[in-house]
Nanobody
Framework: QVQLVESGGGLVPPGGSLRLSCAAS????????MNWVRQAPGKGLEWVSR????????YYADSVKGRFTISRDNAKNMLYLQMNSLKPEDTAVYYC?????WGQGTQVTVSS
């Protein structure tokens, strides 16, 4: 079965950086587009970024464009999200998703 396991979240001050990772298994990772989605406290789900199967095409939400970078390593079945210049409004649970499958999420808190 599909398994997506996120890691790398934590507490970081405004302006800081974090790198999220997602370990994928149970499917042919290199064949699928992958996404990062987040949910802030008390708010709905927000799509953050997606990457095509080969890693050469990426899309970002306007709210993170220029600050976040999605990437993947198909040899390792890994998805990444490099987050720079973090803002308090980036505080959320971040999920790795291969629609319609989701991981358990990793908490990112941006606070001084």
């Amino acid at each position: 079965q599909v398994q997506l396991v996120e890691s790398g979240g934590g507490l970081v001050p405004p302006g800081g950086s974090l790198r999220l990772s997602c370990a994928a298994s149970g499917f042919t990772f290199s064949s699928y587009w992958m996404n990062w989605v987040r949910q802030a406290p008390g708010k709905g789900l927000e799509w953050v970024s997606r990457i095509n199967s080969g890693g050469g095409t990426t899309y970002y939400a306007d709210s993170v464009k220029g600050r976040f970078t999605i990437s993947r390593d198909n040899a390792k079945n890994m998805l990444y999200l490099q987050m720079n210049s973090l803002k308090p409004e980036d505080t959320a649970v971040y999920y790795c998703a291969k629609m319609p499958d989701w991981g358990q999420g990793t908490q990112v808190t941006v606070s001084s």
